[in-house]
């Protein structure tokens, strides 16, 4: 089992553009959340599915940021537009049961708005 | 909503010196606590759990303190090794699914 993986690893964008990451969680895992980590901020939840369906869509982040998960197996995570300050580390993480279970990390894509 | 405040921020040692890593939550409600490692250019991994019903937890050099009273949890970890260094989370699950991260406390151990 791979675990978690994401791509791109590493995504530099122009203010304005669109961009796209992708999640794969780990095989027969439930539960998806997609996190932003910077230095100041620590980890901040955007979004959270359970069994596909969207239980948690990112309170502030909602306006910008749009996650969606197509099949159990791959979920993507839309920024439109970026902003410089959207510059940050993209987590993705899968478990079990949620909130209540150990989460299995990604190892991120690393994103530059200029 | 659920808060969680982790101290100290970071933390430097000797190797062989022990450490404690504190972690303190609101919501009374909050049933599991697992903790996660994130070393240098690696992914976050999870290394100890508790569930509000147990007071303590050991994992080989890990130990988990739990006190729901005071909403507190404390990660001792003893011997410590240069490979240890790492930013060390505690989370606190909410409503059964989210879950809320403290910031992290960056550990440096020095050979």
């Known amino acids: 089992d791979a675990g978690v993986t994401q791509t791109p690893r590493h995504e530099v964008a122009e203010k304005g553009q669109t961009i796209i990451l992708k999640c794969e969680p780990v095989?027969?895992?439930?539960?998806l959340f997609w996190y932003r980590q910077t230095k100041i901020q620590g980890l901040e939840l955007l979004s959270y599915?359970?069994?596909?369906?969207?239980?948690?869509d990112g309170g502030a982040f909602k306006d910008r940021f749009k996650a969606e998960m197509l099949n159990s197996s791959f979920s993507t995570l839309k920024i439109q537009p970026t902003e410089p300050k959207d510059s940050a580390v993209y987590l993705c993480?899968?478990?079990?049961?949620?909130?209540?279970?150990?989460?299995?990390f990604g190892p991120g894509t690393r994103l530059l708005v200029l | 909503g659920e808060q969680v405040e982790q101290l100290p921020s970071s933390l430097i040692v000797q190797e062989g010196a022990s450490v404690l890593i504190n972690c303190s939550y609101t919501?009374?409600?909050?049933?599991?606590f697992p903790w996660y490692k994130q070393e240098p250019g690696k992914r976050l991994q999870f290394i100890i759990d508790?569930?509000?019903?147990?007071e303590r937890k050991q994992n080989q050099r890990l130990t988990l303190l739990f006190d729901k009273k005071t909403k507190h949890l404390s990660l001792h970890i003893t011997a410590t090794q240069p490979g240890d260094s790492a930013i060390y989370f505690c989370?606190?699950?909410?409503?059964?699914?989210?879950?809320?991260f403290g910031k992290g406390t960056h550990l440096h151990v020095l050979p």
């Open positions: 993480a899968s478990s079990l049961l949620g909130g209540q279970d150990t989460q299995y």
């Open positions: 095989s027969g895992h439930n539960d």
């Open positions: 599915f359970r069994s596909k369906s969207l239980m948690e």
């Open positions: 919501d009374s409600a909050s049933v599991y």
């Open positions: 508790i569930r509000s019903n147990m």
């Open positions: 989370s606190v699950d909410t409503n059964a699914y989210k879950v809320i």
